[in-house]
Structure formats: C-alpha cells, structure tokens
C-alpha cells in the first residue's frame, strides 16, 4: 500500500503558475502509473495528466496541454505538476493517484490510491 500527500496548492492570479507536489510513502518499491485529476464545484472528477513508471509515455488532456507538464523523480518518490499560464477555470480540487503496475492509463477508476487533494484557485 501506499499513502500520497499532495502539496502546493493556493491562490494564485490567472496567468501565474504553481507546481504541485505529490510525496509517495509506504510500498514505494512497487512500480506505479501516476496520475493528476481535478474536481471542480458541481462537477465531475476529471483527468489531468498521467505519467507510467519508467517516465517514457506520459499524457495530458486536451484542456492543460501545453500548460502543464507531468514529471516525477522516483528517487525522491515524488509527482509533480508544472501548471502555467493558469486559468479561472482551472481552479479545482486537485488529487495525485497511483495505480499499481506499468499500464499507463488515464481512467480515473483504474486508479488504487488517492490522495487527499489540494485546492487551487485562479482568480481572474
């Protein structure tokens, strides 16, 4: 099993940036596909990004793409997520996931683990 915190969230102008963080602990040795997904108020959870274990597919939805990049330092056990050039309507609840094995995928269901999420909001 393993735990997720996610970190860096806040408040940040539309145009800024942040970089989440999403620290892995406990069955850290078990190969994970890793993901980010958003929930807005009154809406769905939905795909962010995701990135497999050894870092050679990774994949963003058409709604970030080219603003946001996914990475992880698997020495350090740890995701994160460049996010820039924010937007109002990114503004969410975003959680870290893993799933374990090497099958890349962008389906939140076929997720294991959750994190707790950390808010975002972009004012405008």
């Known amino acids: 099993q393993v735990q997720l915190v996610e970190s860096g969230g806040g408040l940040v102008q539309a145009g800024g940036s942040l970089r989440l963080s999403c620290a892995a602990s406990?069955?850290?040795?078990?190969?994970?596909?890793m993901g980010w997904f958003r929930q807005a108020p009154g809406k769905e959870r939905e795909f962010v990004a995701a990135?497999?274990?050894?870092?050679?597919?990774?994949g963003h939805s058409d709604s970030v793409k080219g603003r946001f990049t996914i990475s992880r330092d698997n020495d350090k056990s740890t995701l994160y997520l460049q996010m820039d050039s924010l937007k109002p309507e990114d503004t969410a609840v975003y959680y870290c996931?893993?799933?374990?094995?090497?099958?890349?995928?962008?389906?939140?269901?076929?997720?294991?683990?959750w994190g707790q999420g950390t808010q975002v909001t972009v004012s405008s």
């Open positions: 996931a893993a799933r374990s094995g090497v099958s890349y995928t962008e389906y939140a269901q076929l997720y294991n683990y």
């Open positions: 990135i497999d274990y050894l870092d050679t597919r990774t």
């Open positions: 406990g069955r850290t040795d078990i190969t994970y596909t």
